[in-house]
């Protein structure tokens, strides 16, 4: 069972990465899914987390709605994170993460630890 988080990078403030989480071994639209990010000195976050398994249901963290967008492609076992706008205060380590489908996207975000974790990405934002 893994979770693969890839994409991350350098981007200038105003850019836009897109993430990717790929899952093997257990199929992805059982689970509520989910992004999380550290910044360095910092809590963990959840960032934004969708629904199983069409992903109808979406929750964002106040300081990226608007410039991020959640979605997922069961048919491709994979769950993405588009991120526009970026901001200096972005620059953080994601991680994808998959809960129980019983979840609600803001419980699986915010209350309930998920299941399973994938390691992170590196997004910097920098000018």
């Known amino acids: 069972v893994q979770l693969q988080a890839y994409g991350g990078g350098l981007v200038q403030p105003g850019g836009s990465l897109r993430l990717s989480c790929a899952a093997s071994?257990?199929?992805?639209?059982?689970?509520?899914l989910g992004w999380f990010r550290q910044a360095p000195g910092k809590e963990r976050e959840g960032v934004s987390c969708?629904?199983?398994?069409?992903?109808?249901?979406?929750y964002y963290a106040d300081s990226v709605k608007g410039r991020f967008a959640v979605s997922r492609d069961n048919t491709k076992n994979t769950a993405y994170l588009q991120m526009t706008s970026l901001k200096l205060e972005d620059t953080a380590v994601y991680y994808c993460?998959?809960?129980?489908?019983?979840?609600?996207?803001?419980?699986?975000?915010?209350?309930?630890?998920?299941?399973?974790w994938g390691q992170g990405t590196l997004v910097t934002v920098s000018s």
């Open positions: 969708i629904s199983s398994p069409s992903g109808a249901r979406t």
């Open positions: 993460a998959a809960a129980s489908s019983r979840l609600s996207p803001y419980s699986a975000c915010n209350i309930n630890m998920p299941d399973y």
């Open positions: 071994g257990f199929t992805l639209d059982d689970y509520t």
